[in-house]
């Protein structure tokens, strides 16, 4: 940096100065005109100078902008040169000047000169504006305490000049020792020029020492002699000895994971949380920096620490856990671990599995989900309560109140745990009809049934065709249902009509030959009333079809010496089908299915399509891929879209758990969930009902009113209507009722089979029938539905003879995968005669499971001694097997005391390790993409193997998995069941 030096006028020593200003005044007057009377400086800012500092010199008569040879002066010997003018110089108007005061010594004090050259030849001198100088070393004038607790106390420093912080050259000392690693952020925790904050460590044998503060000027680098290291020390200050880390309590104990706050008291924490340092850690698993914390509503002080309890403790599936926080012991200047005096106890948080997306103000909904308990708690929709009508751990049932507005919906238990938000649409009351159980028909609202009724509720002269178990026409909602047969004469022992069936006046019992009397069982009546039940009666439902009419036609034989539930012949379903085509029926609805397939199926499908009767058929409930696993009679129409096949949505829209899916064969879903439907005799009166038995009824009403709508439509052009009206989601056609109000006529073209014979087979193949005991609903205007139960249609029995377990209803959602395993030896009961589908599964035990399924019952003698905890006991040529293979390689954060991984073979296992292993067993490799679980972090481990599982549909949960949640004896029969069924 240049010097300030004097202009040639200035350069000599004072006596000759002196000297000329003694000549004559002439000279004076010739080479310094005085300026005028009002020019001059006035006053200087500031006046106490020091390098760095910018002044202002106030006055007049400077000129609007200096010329060459203007300068500014602290002294003779330091002025401005041409050179370096524009550097020091800032700005120059007429009355004020700025510059900057040099990195060099000037004198102690002072006045300032300025010199105004004139392009004339005469220059200007003006003096004025006295001022001090220092070299503005650092001073330290306040101090937040001189007692210093080290590793704890956030020691405050004010003053000036501390000038900017410099890695590597600014530091603070204790007595002669400095910072070795002094950072911004960690021992100093901030530095400015007039402030600094700083941590400081302990240093052994210190107790009374003098800070010093160190502080750097890089401008003074650059002057020769000159050091930039300036230095302040201030005396009196004592170390004060901090308390050993520890934790004396831990509240609260019993810890719900992602919701509650644990609080830590103690003493020696530090005064905050220092990530890569501090850390906070359940058993062996730490929360992480970059996941956890944020997210944890930290608070960390000296005495107290609180946090969230991170979402993955459900994952871990441990009934208790160790708290400990990994904290700075400023005696060692190293991180040790602290552990609480109490161990913490996992409860398991309410989790949310199915809500309708879409409420009407006044109706009746449900929650599905886990571990609500048995305590009535709140069911909050868009902020507000609603009215509970019950309440167990797995179901709750609510009214939506007429002031609910659209907006977030949650569970709250009664301990105040929380579900997850799910967003719902509130729609205005509407009563689709004035009926008991109105509010409870929420698929009317998903399915835009009003919007559809304000054209027609149905033709009379329209009929579906019932092909199932009888319908109980006594019964209040279906009387005066009945198709007709006009041109039969009732109980004259004729066939007055000469269509081969003698008083088939109102159906037909195909099992005994002769005309109806009554139902075998409840399932015709139920198929029915979802069909045709009349509405605006003010009792029970309505159907979604009241204005049509029901062909009764009974093939189901009851239970006999050969099957020990009720069953069907295909000879008896063919008849049927033949009857209703030849009889008038416009629809057909057949809600059963069998395990096998039939090309006599496919030929009467095609005698009903040639003739122009639309065909609805039910997909079945075992949980099935149709594309890999066919079955009868959906899949019968050998592709030649004879029929329409259909499974089974619930109302979130998401395909039921128990429904069989497959586009080989399922061509749209309609709901099949928590449906209203009449019952007979014993089963009760009305009752909730689930299952595709009901969905393809629901389709079967949809094309009764499209039919009455447009009766010259045929068979082609309803179909195609159906379908090309459907809401689309997730790639599945869903049931839109509304939408078909307005839909103009489809292009199809109809080509009949001319082949089809419609020949009736004498064939003794059977379709057994699976009844359920859906819930009864109760007959009082308060309406309390019990949590309901499958009615999954009729279905074909095991080849090889059931295995009965008590504890295993058919009404169970495991019932088949348990009672096809057992039978194939795959899994036992215990002594007892139980199956216990409810009791967790240990590790050790799912894997023998696993491997005997498959045939392989490794030696003892050759696999043993594979993990720390697993040597010869009974469990341990599976355990071995399976790590050898590749399967299972143990817990990488438990490990025993030479670092080898641990099995763990008592523990229970969870549901993503489940998957794990199974997959792995079975050597499917791992679907790319994102799954629908939002408890299922995107980097987890896992994410891969549950995206793969819901891709194979081996999973029941929909939105939230509890990925560690423990996995049960049916859930893993399941597991085993399903994967069996998509390899095959």
């Not at 911004?184 to 530095?191: E, H, Q």
């Not at 997210?295 to 309890?309: D, G, H, Q, V, Y």
Request: aromatic share 10%.
């Amino acid at each position: 940096m240049d010097a300030l030096l004097l202009p040639t006028f200035l350069a000599m020593s004072r006596s000759t100065l002196l000297l000329r200003l003694l000549a004559p005044v002439f000279f004076l007057v010739c080479f310094l005109m005085p300026a005028a009377q009002a020019a001059g400086i006035d006053s200087i800012s500031p006046s106490r100078l020091s390098p760095g500092v910018l002044m202002d010199i106030y006055g007049s008569g400077f000129g609007a902008a200096p010329f060459a040879g203007s300068q500014v002066c602290f002294s003779p010997q330091h002025c401005t040169t041409q050179s370096n003018f524009s550097t020091f110089v800032r700005s120059w108007s007429d009355t004020t000047i700025r510059i900057l005061v040099p990195y060099q010594q000037l004198p102690d004090s002072g006045t300032i000169s300025v010199v105004v050259a004139n392009p004339g030849g005469t220059n200007s001198l003006f003096q004025g504006g006295s001022y001090t100088f220092s070299m503005g070393a650092p001073e330290v004038t306040q101090t937040s305490s001189h007692i210093v607790v080290p590793g704890v106390t956030e020691l405050f420093l004010g003053g000036k000049h501390f000038g900017t912080f410099e890695e590597g050259k600014s530091t603070i000392c204790v007595n002669d020792s400095c910072l070795s690693d002094p950072k911004i952020g960690v021992n100093i925790l901030s530095w400015s020029d007039t402030a600094i904050s700083v941590r400081l460590p302990y240093l052994p044998g210190v107790t009374d020492f003098t800070l010093r503060v160190v502080a750097y000027d890089p401008l003074l680098s650059n002057i020769s002699g000159a050091s930039p290291l300036r230095v302040a020390d201030v005396p009196n200050f004592t170390y004060q000895l901090p308390p050993a880390p520890s934790i004396s309590a831990i509240s609260p104990t019993d810890v719900y994971p992602g919701q509650t706050t644990i609080t830590l008291t103690g003493e020696g924490f530090g005064t905050g949380y220092t990530a890569g340092k501090n850390q906070i850690c359940f058993g062996e698993r730490c929360m992480s920096d970059t996941n956890d914390i944020p997210a944890a509503n930290l608070e960390w002080t000296e005495n107290r620490i609180s946090f969230r309890a991170p979402l993955w403790l459900m994952v871990e599936n441990q009934p208790i856990g160790t708290v400990s926080i990994r904290v700075l012991d400023p005696l060692t200047s190293t991180y040790d671990f602290v552990t609480a005096p109490s161990q913490v106890v996992l409860r398991p948080v309410p989790v949310l599995v199915e809500l309708a997306p879409i409420m009407d103000m006044g109706g009746v909904y449900f929650v599905r989900g886990k571990h609500f308990g048995t305590t009535v708690g709140t069911v909050l929709v868009g902020g507000t309560s609603q009215p509970i009508i019950a309440w167990t751990d797995t179901l709750v049932t609510f009214y939506v109140s007429t002031t609910a507005a659209s907006g977030k919906t949650q569970l709250i238990t009664s301990s105040g745990m929380k579900t997850q938000e799910v967003p719902v649409t509130i729609t205005p009351n509407v009563l689709y009809s004035l009926d008991e159980f109105t509010k409870l028909m929420w698929y009317f609202g998903s399915l835009d049934v009003s919007a559809f009724w304000k054209k027609t509720m149905g033709n009379p002269d329209v009929v579906v065709a019932v092909v199932d178990s009888g319908v109980d026409f006594s019964h209040d909602d279906l009387m005066g249902k009945s198709w007709v047969n006009a041109k039969e004469i009732p109980n004259n022992g004729k066939d007055d009509d000469n269509n081969g069936y003698v008083d088939d006046a109102y159906g037909w019992d195909f099992v005994a030959q002769k005309p109806i009397t009554k139902p075998v069982n409840a399932h015709g009546t139920m198929v029915a009333s979802v069909i045709a039940a009349d509405a605006n009666n003010y009792k029970g439902l309505a159907g979604i079809a009241p204005g049509v009419r029901i062909m009764n036609l009974q093939v189901t034989s009851p239970a006999d010496a050969s099957f020990s539930e009720d069953y069907i012949k295909l000879s008896h379903a063919q008849q049927a089908i033949r009857y209703a085509v030849d009889n008038g029926a416009s629809i057909i609805n057949l809600s059963f299915a069998s395990d096998s397939t039939d090309a006599l199926y496919t030929d009467m499908l095609a005698y009903a399509y040639a003739r122009n009767v639309l065909v609805i058929i039910a997909a079945g409930n075992d949980g099935k891929n149709l594309n890999t696993t066919k079955v009868s009679p959906i899949c019968d129409d050998a592709d030649k879209a004879y029929a329409l096949g259909v499974a089974s949505i619930g109302a979130t829209g998401n395909v039921s758990t128990f429904s069989n899916t497959g586009s080989d064969c399922v061509d749209l879903y309609a709901p099949g969930e928590q449906l209203v439907v009449a019952g007979t005799g014993t089963s009760g009166k009305y009752l909730l009902a689930e299952g595709t038995s009901f969905a393809a009824p629901l389709v079967a009403g949809t094309a009764a009113l499209l039919k009455s709508l447009h009766p010259d439509w045929n068979v082609a052009e309803l179909r195609s209507a159906i379908l090309e009206n459907t809401l689309v989601r997730s790639g599945l056609r869903q049931l839109q009722v509304g939408r078909l109000a307005t839909a103009v006529k489809p292009t199809s073209t109809f080509t009949p089979d001319q082949n089809a014979s419609g020949v009736i087979t004498n064939t003794d193949q059977v379709f057994t029938s699976d009844p359920v005991a859906p819930a009864p609903m109760p007959e009082t205007n308060v309406v309390q539905p019990e949590p309901t139960v499958q009615s999954p249609g009729l279905e074909s029995p095991n080849t090889s003879p059931a295995k009965v377990f008590p504890d295993v209803p058919k009404t169970s959602l495991f019932y088949i995968p348990i009672t096809e395993l057992a039978a194939s030896g795959v899994i036992q009961g215990y002594s007892d005669g139980t199956y216990r589908p409810y009791s967790a599964v240990n590790r050790a035990e799912f894997l023998k499971i696993l491997l005997e399924g498959k045939g392989i019952s490794p030696k003892a003698s050759e696999y043993k001694d594979c993990f720390p905890d697993v040597g010869e006991q009974w469990f341990a040529p599976y355990v071995c097997y399976a790590k050898e293979a590749g399967i299972v390689e143990g817990y990488p954060g438990s490990l025993d005391a030479t670092g080898q991984r641990l099995f763990r073979p008592d523990q229970t296992i969870n549901k993503v390790e489940a998957l794990k292993i199974i997959l792995t067993f079975n050597d499917i490799p791992l679907a790319q993409g994102r799954n629908s679980y939002n408890d299922v972090p995107e980097d987890a481990w896992y994410y891969s193997f549950v995206t793969t599982a819901e891709k194979l549909a081996l999973l029941e949960e929909r939105f939230v998995l509890a990925p560690g949640d423990a996995v049960n004896r049916g859930s893993m029969a399941q597991m085993i069941y399903r994967i069996g069924v998509t390899a095959r």
